[in-house]
């Protein structure tokens, strides 16, 4: 299993590492900072270095239970060498902070999310509700949050809490993940917003841009697409 080095610091931009399998999509290793395509974010791009030779990330994911960095060439690569990871951080920034500005509207909005999108300067999240909220209050609430400077912090509970308190997942399409007992928490100040999250995120909504404009689309009777555009 790869250790996943951005679950608890989602900063890290650099890191040696060993590659510990090979596929044929492209490379394992024994960690990693790069965050696979998961919950509407992107997979990291960037590159690895071996010797002084650097190759391209051009995507990371799942594949069978295994974290693949996305590589075009596995040719000359071997397993147990050593390589730096460097991560496209301008990307993997924004979608930071995109993803956390959907956390916010969240809070803003507290119907069930039935899906959502992180892009690089927008985002959106689809939402179990019937009637239209207003786009220009939505505007104005989700930049006040961004500018009182809430910290995000990263906590768990137990399966068991979760069961107790479903009203905790916010997002119907994806499951937390459960199985290792402890189910990770993204919380935002100390009320703004708590749900279970796998996602990377900045530690201040101050780092999140201003959200220049927001798109309401009715996407039929029970669901209301809000898009953010920074
Ligand atoms: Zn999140």
């Known amino acids: 299993m790869t250790i996943e080095l951005f679950r608890n610091d989602s900063y890290l931009i650099e890191h040696n590492t060993i ?23 992107p997979g990291d791009e960037g590159s690895i270095t071996i ?25 000359g690569l071997k397993k147990d060498e050593e390589v730096r990871l460097n991560l496209n951080w301008v ?25 959502g999108s992180i892009g690089d300067g927008r985002g959106r ?50 499951n937390p993940p459960r199985g290792s007992g402890q189910i990770r928490m993204i919380k935002i100040g100390d009320n703004i917003d708590f749900q279970p999250c796998g996602g990377t995120h900045v530690n201040k909504t101050s780092e999140i841009d201003h959200v220049k404009s927001v798109k309401i689309e009715n996407k039929g009777k029970m669901n209301k697409r809000i898009i953010l555009n920074f």
């Open 19 to 41: 590659i510990s399998e090979i596929v044929s999509e492209g490379l394992v290793l024994n960690e990693t900072i790069f965050y696979p395509e998961g919950g509407g974010q």
């Open 51 to 75: 010797d002084n030779q650097t190759i391209n990330v051009i995507g990371t994911r799942y594949i069978n239970n295994k974290l693949v960095h996305l590589v075009e060439n596995i040719d």
């Open 91 to 115: 990307k993997r920034y924004s979608y930071m902070k995109v993803h956390t500005s959907l956390h916010l509207l969240c809070s803003i909005i507290p119907f069930p999310v039935t899906g």
């Open 125 to 174: 999240l689809d939402f179990d509700l019937e009637s239209k909220p207003d786009k220009e209050e939505v505007l104005k609430k989700i930049n006040q949050l961004i500018n009182e400077d809430f910290s995000i912090y990263i906590t768990s509970i137990t399966d068991k809490e979760l069961d107790e308190n479903p009203e905790l997942v916010r997002t119907m399409a994806v």
